[in-house]
C-alpha cells in the first residue's frame, strides 16, 4: 500500500492565482466575504415595511456578523425614510402626563433654542415691564377704583345703620359686625337688657334688617372683587402680549407647518398670564433644582426637553453593548432638593430605543436575555409599536410613589440580535412569540469553497482588513501563506474559513512583527512568525504531555512490534488550542463467550458515542467469525494511563486492529499510527482533528528517538482532503523519513498494521489459512472442538445425561 504523495498532505496557494504584488494594488472589500445567504436574509428583512421582520443572526463569534452588518447598513439604508426628533414639553392642563412632539429631523434643536431665546427675554423684560410706573399706575388705579366703590357701598350700609341707632364695625378683614349703640357706646350686654321690650324688638327688627342689606352689599363686594381680578388678569395679559405676543406671533408663523408645536405655543401663550409669579418672584426652589439637574437656570415649565436629536434624513443605526432596561427604555431621572424627590418633563432621558427610531438597532441576544424584564420590555413595544417610559422601580415594586407618565412614543424600528445557534432554538423552542417578531434569521456560514476566485476575493478582505485596522500592506506571499493558514483553520484543503476575527488577529500580529523589524510590507516570513508566535504561547499544557513521553511517564512505542497494542490517536483542547496525542490501546484474550469487555465503559469513563463504536466493532467482528458457531473467546480493551473521560469513535478502528491482534496472536507494528471509525461493514469513516493527531504522533516519533523512516500515520481515505500539515512534517514526508497511509477498509488497516494480509473468505466461508482472518478462524475451530471434547468428556462421565 502507497503513501500519500506530498501534494495531498498540503495544498499550497499558486502564486499565479495571486495576480498582484501587494494588497495596496487590489480593491477592498465593501461587503464581508462569502456571506451571501445571510446577506440576501438581511436585505429582504431590512426591505421589508411590515411589522416583525426583525432579524436574528445566527453564528458563532467572530464571523463578522455586526461588521457586516454596519457595513450593510452604511451602503444599502434607504434614504427617503424620514428621520425625525422627538420632544417632550410640559402639558399645562395635566403635568402629570408630558405631552410629545414629532418634528423633522434638526428642528427639534431649533424649537428649543427659539424657546430658550423666548424665555430668556421674557425673564429679564417681565420684571421690568410690570415694575415700570405706567403698569404700577393703572394697576394702582384698578385697586383704588375697586377700593372706592366698596367703601361707598359699606358707607351707604353705614349711613343706613347710624340712622337706626346702630354701628357697623369690622372685626376681621372682610367681616362685619351691626352693634346697638347706647349714645356714643355700644350697649352692653347689661344696659341693653335694661332697656324695654320694645325698644330692644325695635333694635333686633334694625339689625335684621341692615344684615339682610349688609349681606347684599357684601355680595356685590364680591363681585367686584372678582371684576377687579379679570380687570387686573386682561391688564396683565394686554401688558404680557405687549412684551412677548409679537414674538409668540414670529415662532407660530415660523412653525406654522407643524401643528403640534403652533397648539404648543398658543398653550403657552395662555399659561404665561397664570403662572406671572414664576418670572416675577425670585424663586428659589426653581434655581436650586435648575442647578442640581445641571440645566440652564431657565422657568422650567417652559423648556423644550429634546429627547432625540436625528442630523437631517440620515437614518438612525445604533449599536446598544449593553442593553439594560433603563438603556433600552429610556428613564426619568429625579433631582432631590431640601429632603424632597423632585422630577419633572425636562428630566425624561431617551433610550437606544429612542435614538434607533426610525432605523436600526443592533444588540447581543444573550446581552438582551441575562438583563431583567428588558426580553418581555422589548417584545412589549414591538408588539404595540409604541415605547412607554416606565421606571423600573414601578415594575418592580407594589407602593406607588408618585412620578409623572409621559406620553408613549410611535416605534418604527428593525432589530437585528446577534446570537449563537443555541440561544436561537433555545428561543424558538421555549418563547412563542419570537418567532413571530424575529420572522428572518441570517445564517452566517464558518467556512466558504476555496476556488481561484474565492481566494482572490479572500485576497481583497484581506486587503480590507489591512485599511480598516491601518496595518501594514501583504506581499502575493504573504497573502497566499493566510489563505493556507484558512484553510488549515477549516480543516479543509478545498475550504477557507470566514472567521473573520481570527484573521484580524492574524493580519495584527503579522503587522507587529514586520514593524520590529523595521519592514515596510508584512511578508510570509512576519505571517509566520505571528503563528509560531501564538501557538507558543498556547502550548504550555502540550509541552507538559510532550516531557510526559520523553521522560518515559507515559508509555509510548514508536519502533518494534507488539501483540494486542496499537497506537491510536486522540485530539486535546486547552481553549482555543488543540493538538494530537499518542494513546496506547490495548486488547487481550481469554477463553468466554465471546463477548468484548469495554474496560472504559464499564468504569464510567467512556462516553456514549465511544460506547457505540465499540458495540460495533463488537458486532463487526462477530459477523465475521461467528456467524454459524458461537465465539469461545472473549476479549478486553481499554486506553492504557487514561484518567479522564473519553469520548468520540475515531478509536474504533484502532480497538479493532488491537483485538484482531490479539485474537490471531500476530503482533502489530509500532512505528505506524492510526484513527478512524469503523462501521458494522468494516468501511472506514472520517474523524475531526486529523491534522492534530499525525503532528501528534510525528511529535512522539521525534521525543523517543526521532524518526526511522518507516514510521507514519494511517488514516480514513475520506480524511485525505482534510489535511493541511505542519510544514516540519511535508519536509520529513519529503526527505521519506514520515509517511501518511490512506485506508478505505478495515482489511487495508489490518494488512497495514500486522504485515499480513486480511483475507478474503471464499464461497464457503473459509479464509485462506496464512492471512490474519484465517489464523483467528483456525484459532476458533480449536477452541470450538477444545469445547465439544470437554462437552463429551462431561457426558460420559455423567450417565444421568443418557
Known sequence: MKSLPLHQLYKACVLKDLPFKTTRQLEPL????????????VRFALAMPHGGYNVYAVGRNGLGKRTMMLRYLEHHVDTLQQSHDWCYVA????PRNPKLLQLPGGMGTQLKQDMEKLMTRLVKTIPQTFDSDSFLERSEQLKNDYGKRQEDELAKVAAQAKRKKVSLTVTTPGGYRLVAMNGDEPHTAE??????EEQRDKFEDSINKLEKKLRQALRKMADWEQEYADKQQALNQETLEGISGHQIDELVEKYREQPDVVTYLEAVRKDLVDNLDIFLEDDEEQAAIAWAALDKRMPRRYLINVLVHQKTNEVPVVVEDNPTYHNLFGYVENVTYKGTVFTDFSLIRAGSLHRANGGYLLMDAIKVLEQPFVWDGLKRALRSK???????????????????????????????????RETW???QEYDSEFAELFRVTADFENEMYRTEESQLLYAKFISSLVVEKKLLHCTNKAVARIIEHSARMADHQDRLSLHAADIANLLRESDFWARQAGAKLISEVH?????????YRSSRIRDQFYDSIRDGSTLVTTTGTCVGQVNALSVLSTGGFEFGLSNRVTASCYYGDGGVMDIERDVKLGGNIHSKGVMILSSWLASHFAVNDPMHLSASLTFEQNYGEVD?????????????????????????????SVNQFGEVQPIGGVNEKVEGFYATCELKGGLTGSQGVIIPTTNVQNLMLDSEVVQAARAGRFAVYPVARVEEAITLLLGKPAGKADEKGRYPKQSVFGIIQQRLEKMREHERQEHARDDHKDPSIH
Open 30 to 41: 465593501a461587503e464581508i466575504v462569502g456571506q451571501n445567504r445571510a446577506q440576501e436574509a
Open 191 to 196: 344696659s341693653f337688657q335694661a332697656l324695654t
Open 425 to 427: 432554538m433555545l428561543l
Open 648 to 676: 468520540g469513535d475515531s478509536a474504533s478502528l484502532a480497538e479493532l486492529c488491537a483485538l484482531i491482534s490479539a485474537l490471531s496472536g500476530i503482533p502489530v507494528r509500532q512505528d505506524l499510527a492510526i484513527t478512524g
Open 386 to 420: 409604541s415605547i412607554q417610559i416606565n421606571s423600573l422601580e414601578r415594575e418592580l415594586t407594589l407602593s406607588g410613589t408618585i412620578s409623572i407618565e409621559p406620553e408613549a412614543v410611535p416605534l418604527n424600528v428593525k432589530i437585528v440580535l446577534f446570537g449563537d
Open 527 to 535: 505571517v509566520e512568525r505571528a503563528l509560531e508566535s501564538a501557538r
Open 91 to 94: 402639558n399645562f392642563e395635566e
